[in-house]
């Protein structure tokens, strides 16, 4: 079928009294082609008048198509039980060409971005060789729009608790924040809501204002507003993941930070410049960093097992032997684990990602070779005050920590009756007790009040009648 401009040119020339035979040597078309257009006296292209297949099932492919849900697959399937011909290509041609499902798809928007306007983050799971073994991995990336430095690390996992560590990195690789983060609608920041309602959690909020900048989320459907992030992962995987092996977490991300420089500074054909070079026109604009930057860590509680370890993402870390069985304060940040007895930090450990249940043990925790922990504990502090008040006690004492072993209850009540007692009375009930190995301090109090009974309740010397 002629073109257009082919159309145009017959015409054109048959109205300069060209023939027929002429026109078609010098366009190098066929001289019946050459009539029809000058029969039909139009440039404009005829349309296409074949008939489809698929036609005569109009109806029955709007109402399948509604009843499956869009599933072409199906609605063909359906079609052949019902004695239809067309093939599943016809099908899904005749489709696109009335619009059943489908619509062209709309122009790609283009964004203008200001310097230090915007920046924007997202994950992606990817996978990558770390000591031989495949392991799978959440990359993260934070992309300056206007001048597209690009920062990215890796992560086991990502949680808020890293997702605000990376953004600290980042932000501190950049020197500064732009105004507002760029997030999709499925990123740890969100709370609820999508789009321009979406609500960031009140713990990414409070980070945010310590760094000036606020977060965002596109609308729903539409990633083409983050595309300044959404492109690289692309080049992460393949051209920065792919054939590599990494001794460790440590290394991987190591690599990565050398990479983003590496990237940063290597012109672009497509910026006309290289990355670098854009970010010193941006950075004047960027939010200055806090005066001080706090470690971002995670806390949480711990109580040192008998072994001396506390228990952390299923890795073991010791802690001083003489805080056995006391609950202490574990704030873990990405490089490292801090143990706090109160406000003092009583333990720190390089922080192990790998593999489960490694024990990480720090010698000086643990109590000299040969001087292990005494076999004879040091006596409880009632204990001590009860002998120095009275060191007559001492056989009965003995005798009463056999039975009630470890308890200091005991010992506090017994300390309370010594003070409050008369002390002969006192001594004289301990004999008895002692005697009958008697070690319930319920009776020995009663005992107690029987000796002082005269002294608190004299006998009755008789009626002033007699």
């Known amino acids: 079928m002629l073109d257009e401009a082919t ?25 019946d ?97 770390i000591d031989g073994i ?7 990336s934070l ?43 499925s990123n740890v920041v969100v709370a609820a809501g999508t789009g321009a309602t979406m609500i960031p959690a009140p713990e990414m909020v409070a980070f945010a204002e310590r760094y000036g900048f606020v977060f965002v989320a596109h609308e729903k459907g539409d990633a ?21 092996n990494f001794a460790d977490w440590k290394d991987l991300n190591q690599r990565a930070r050398a990479t983003c420089e590496e ?10 410049a290289s990355r670098r070079e854009l970010f010193a026109a941006e950075r004047p604009y960027l939010k200055t960093l806090p005066l001080y930057v706090p470690d971002v860590y995670q806390l949480c509680t711990r109580i040192v097992d008998a072994e001396g370890h506390v228990h952390l993402n299923r890795v073991r870390y010791s802690a001083p032997y003489r805080l056995i069985g006391r609950a202490l304060e574990v704030r873990e940040t990405l490089e490292r684990v801090d143990l706090y007895d109160g406000p003092r930090r009583v333990a720190t450990h390089a922080r192990v990602y790998g593999p489960l249940d490694t024990r990480v043990t720090d ?51 017994l300390l309370s009756m010594l003070q409050e007692y008369p002390r002969e009375a006192f001594l004289t009930a301990i004999g008895i007790a002692e005697r009958y190995r008697l070690f319930d301090l319920d009776r020995l109090e009663k005992i107690v009040i029987r000796q002082v009974a005269d002294d608190f309740f004299p006998p009755d010397l008789g009626s002033d009648d007699e």
């Open 7 to 31: 159309r145009t040119a017959i015409l054109k020339l048959h109205e300069q009294d060209h023939g027929s035979r002429s026109i078609a040597r010098a366009l190098r078309v066929s001289r």
């Open 33 to 129: 082609a050459v009539r029809r257009v000058i029969a039909s006296d139009s440039a404009t292209v005829p349309p296409l008048m074949r008939a489809e297949l698929a036609e005569p099932w109009r109806e029955q492919i709007l109402e399948l198509y509604a009843r499956y849900e869009g599933h072409l697959g199906r609605v063909h399937g359906a079609l052949k039980e019902r004695g239809a011909t067309v093939s599943y290509a016809a099908l899904t041609a005749f489709c696109r060409r009335h619009g059943i499902g489908s619509a062209p798809p709309p122009p790609a928007g283009r964004y203008f971005y200001n310097p230090g306007s915007e920046m924007q983050h997202d994950t992606s799971p990817h996978e990558a060789k």
């Open 134 to 140: 495949m392991t799978r991995i959440q990359s993260a």
């Open 143 to 185: 992309v300056l729009c206007h001048s597209r430095m690009i920062f990215f690390q890796h992560y086991p996992r990502f949680t808020r608790f890293e997702c605000k560590a990376f953004l600290a990195q980042a932000i501190a690789y950049f020197g500064g924040a732009a105004a507002r983060c760029m997030l999709d609608n």
């Open 224 to 244: 083409n507003r983050s595309a300044r992030v959404e492109a690289p992962f692309h080049r992460i995987e393949k051209g920065f993941l792919v054939g590599e």
């Open 263 to 272: 990237w940063n500074a290597t012109f672009s054909n497509k910026l006309h």
């Open 363 to 413: 010698p000086a925790h643990r109590p000299p070779r040969g001087q292990g922990l005494s076999r004879h504990p040091q006596p409880a502090p009632e204990q001590l005050e009860i002998l120095q008040i009275e060191p007559r006690l001492a056989s009965y004492l003995h005798a009463l920590k056999l039975a009630i072993g470890d308890r200091r209850a005991p010992l506090r009540r």
